[in-house]
């Protein structure tokens, strides 16, 4: 939330500079987020009018203005704005200049045509652009003014984080109720009339029980001009909030929004029809928004519609057959109460994120809506005149909050914050808030204000003491509890072994969300279950991950976009699995992405891409550190649709699957738009981390024989198969396993490989001799024959 420094000053003295005010919001749970001017620095810019303006002669698109500075010169400046026109009041920048772009401001010849100066647009200044050309001042701007006292344009601008659970804070009036509480200053609260009613129209409003909305305030105002212009300290203070001017009328709406917090909507009476109803939407019922987007809602939407069906979804956007115009001449102002829990998510469903949204679902003050409806009544007439009606208001006691009284133990106070003020000060600061304090002793009984949702549980209270003290100023004091120091487990490796191992073979840790884009989810992962959330934050993040797969695929995109060619990350996190009977597995994995070239670039070996079996290496030094006594075996293939058939593999336990791996596959590489096709894994954390208990293996002293055979196979047997097999005939005297050669083509028959192996054997209690080896090697060759159909090639 953006905010004019200048316009808070209005409601609350500041005791603070700049920076000092930064930090005490920050403690105060409002983290300011940035602090600047309106303007970049410039200088010598003053308030000029275009006494007369003549074509360029050497130049269509050019004219030259006679330009009044008030010094009583005309000062000859040629420009090429489409709006530069004869008795306009604009900004000049006269020789010598310095303008926030570098530009120093020189007399100068455009096309033969001296020019004295320079017409400046908004974006040449620095200020925000609200169209083309040059900037256009108020016709009262008096001539020769300095441009930055005029516009007050060293003026600060803070940017605020509200969190999600204090929509009372997202106004003027919520973040000097905060700076008066913490500064100890009263609250200078701009005096609101009551606009007595000159006329006598009503407009007739029904609001539906149970459907979430308790209050209900509206006013015609007849003989309306929304023709004439937004006055600029109006214009200014929306354009330095981050709000663009519209219309006069919808400034005034978006204005009381922003000092008070709540939202409001203007609807062109004339194209109402019969009465308003507040209700819940039809199934698939239509609604054509403001932005001209035609929507279907559901029955769990909360709507606003006349006799001709629905003109808005309550508390998000009004509907286009409404809209205010440059026409409108009768309006109907709504100022309502909708609850949180009928708002949350609505407006992301359909892609909206709006300004009512955003404080409705945090909570809007329920007893706010007749004095936003008087504040917004008298702005609006003293900008576009008009006759007000007599204000109306309907409202359902049931559907509104009632804040309950909430206890304080000073005790527990003390406890969680390790010190406290005296329980005099406790009781001011909670009063400074709004909140009613009573009772005596060890325990407080605090009623919230209306307009404080997040006022619920003992620890709310607290963590308001904490924050009004100061969270800077709580003492650090030694702690003092019992402390147990648990045993190490054998059975389970550290995390950080893991990391440090992915880390030592070049990989990256990431660190991304828990939900993921549902449509990529399926892409991947075809109609394999998923969670879906109630209220997700965006529809791109609307369900629980079933894998890390899509958060690491989102990661290399960017990373790929920013021209990061070379990929190794992997993350540890839990994925979300539904199981029978409605309940959700939540199961710790570890996975990983590699991409681009094997290694780094380098003159010494030429670049090759990363394959499967580099993939595979990692996995199996993975695997590998738990110790020897963890045996695990690869399975060709996977069931995966995210993986490429013929280019991935199932990991094995125990007969059990604990992960898999592979190639994406190729459509999925072909529509995320990847150059080269990522490998990736996911293992089973637990698996990955289980430890075998260290114990002694003896070894040999005797030398080593190695004997060397070659033959030919199916060309689909996998090598699991030949190892477990030349194990069994060998028994204890093979001490290791190589194969050095695979081979199909000339001298092999077609759906066949030749396969070389490298024996190496040895005896733990004596030398084996070549007869010994020989009578191996045999063994053998007869179980490849008899299990694998295997030839023996001479």
């Excluded at 109402?272 to 928004?289: I, T």
Aim: net charge negative; charged share 20%; hydrophobic share 45%.
């Amino acid at each position: 939330m953006k905010l004019p420094l200048s316009w808070l000053r209005e409601w609350v003295d500041i005791p603070w500079d700049a920076a000092e005010l930064s930090h005490r919001l920050t403690m105060l749970g409002l983290e300011v987020e940035s602090i600047a001017p309106v303007a970049p620095p410039f200088d010598n810019v003053v308030v000029a009018q275009i006494a007369s303006i003549a074509p360029h002669p050497q130049a269509d698109r050019l004219r030259v203005c006679q330009v009044d500075t008030g010094d009583g010169q005309l000062l000859q400046i040629v420009c090429g704005a489409a709006n530069a026109r004869a008795g306009l009041k604009t900004a000049l920048a006269k020789i010598g200049a310095q303008l926030p772009t570098g530009l120093t401001i020189k007399p100068a010849k455009l096309r033969g045509v001296e020019s004295q100066g320079m017409l400046c647009s908004a974006t040449e200044l620095g200020l925000p652009a609200e169209g083309e050309g040059i900037l256009e001042l108020p016709a009262d701007a008096p001539v020769g003014k300095d441009l930055r006292q005029l516009l007050n344009l060293d003026d600060l601008i803070l940017e605020i984080g509200v969190t999600p659970n204090r929509g009372d804070a997202m106004s003027v009036l919520g973040i000097a109720r905060e700076l008066a509480a913490a500064s100890g200053q009263s609250l200078h609260a701009p005096t609101v009339p009551t606009v007595a009613a000159s006329g006598t129209k009503r407009f007739a409003v029904q609001l539906e029980a149970d459907s979430g909305v308790g209050r209900f305030a509206s006013r015609v105002i007849s003989g309306v001009d929304n023709g004439r212009a937004t006055p600029t300290w109006l214009r200014e203070r929306l354009l330095r909030s981050g709000l663009r001017p519209i219309s006069p009328i919808v400034d005034v709406t978006n204005y009381v929004l922003l000092e008070l917090g709540q939202p409001m909507h203007a609807y062109d009476l004339d194209h109402l029809q019969g009465s308003l109803r507040v209700r819940r939407a039809s199934p698939d019922e239509p609604l054509r928004l403001l932005d001209g987007r035609e929507i279907r809602l559901q029955s769990d939407v909360l709507g606003i519609a006349d006799e001709a069906g629905l003109v808005g979804m309550a508390g998000i956007m009004g509907g286009e057959r409404t809209a205010i115009s440059s026409t409108t001449r009768n309006v109907l102002l709504e100022v309502a109460w909708f609850a949180p829990a009928v708002i949350a998510g609505r407006a992301r469903r359909h892609g909206l994120l709006t300004d009512a949204s955003q404080r409705f679902e945090r909570g809007v003050d329920p007893a706010l809506q007749e004095q936003a409806l008087q504040r917004a009544t008298a702005v609006m007439l003293q900008i576009v005149g008009g006759e007000a009606g007599a204000a109306d208001l309907q409202q359902l006691p049931a559907e509104l909050p009632q804040r309950a009284p909430v206890s304080l133990r000073l005790s527990r106070l003390k406890r969680l914050l390790g010190a406290m003020p005296d329980a005099q000060q406790v009781s001011a600061r909670l009063q400074a808030l709004g909140m009613q304090v009573s009772g005596n002793g060890d325990t407080l009984l605090v009623t919230p204000p209306s307009w404080r949702f997040d006022i619920g549980l003992e620890a709310d209270l607290i963590e308001e003491v904490a924050r009004l003290w100061g969270l800077d100023q709580i003492p650090e004091l030694a702690v003092t509890a019992h402390r147990h120091v648990a045993a190490g487990s054998e059975q389970q490796l550290p995390e950080t072994t893991l990391m440090q191992l992915l880390a030592a073979r070049g990989f990256q840790e990431v660190i991304t969300f828990g939900f993921v884009d549902p449509k990529l989810q399926q892409q991947l992962l075809g109609n394999a279950p998923t969670i879906a959330l109630k209220n997700p934050i965006s529809s791109d993040l609307a369900v629980m991950r079933a894998s890390l797969w899509p958060g690491l695929i989102g990661v290399a995109q960017q990373n790929l976009r920013r021209q990061q060619d070379r990929l190794r990350l992997f993350e540890m996190a839990s994925r979300f699995v539904p199981v029978e009977g409605g309940a959700i597995q939540e199961q710790k994995m570890i996975a990983g992405l590699v991409c681009g070239p094997r290694q780094p670039e380098q003159w010494g070996v030429a670049s090759q891409p990363v394959d499967f079996y580099d993939l595979k290496a990692d996995v199996e030094a993975l695997l590998a550190i738990g110790g020897p006594g963890l045996m695990h075996r690869f399975e060709a293939g996977s069931n995966n649709p995210a993986l490429h058939p013929g280019r991935s593999a199932t990991v094995m336990r125990d007969g059990h699957a604990i992960g898999q791996l592979g190639e994406l596959h190729p459509r999925h590489v072909q529509a995320l738009d990847f150059t080269y096709a990522p490998l990736l894994f996911e293992l089973d954390y637990t698996a990955v981390a289980a430890s075998a208990a260290a114990a002694y293996r003896p070894f040999s002293q005797f030398p080593q024989i190695r004997r060397d055979i070659s033959f030919t196979v199916d060309e689909s047997e996998p090598f699991s198969r030949i190892l477990q097999h030349v194990s069994v005939a060998a028994s204890t005297q093979l001490k290791e396993l190589r194969i050095f050669d695979i081979y199909q083509g000339k001298g092999v028959e077609i759906g066949r490989k030749s396969i070389a192996l490298g024996l190496i054997l040895q005896d733990l209690s004596r030398t084996l001799t070549d007869e010994d080896a020989d009578r191996i090697v045999a063994a053998v060759v007869a179980e490849l024959r008899s299990a694998l159909n295997a030839k023996l090639r001479e």
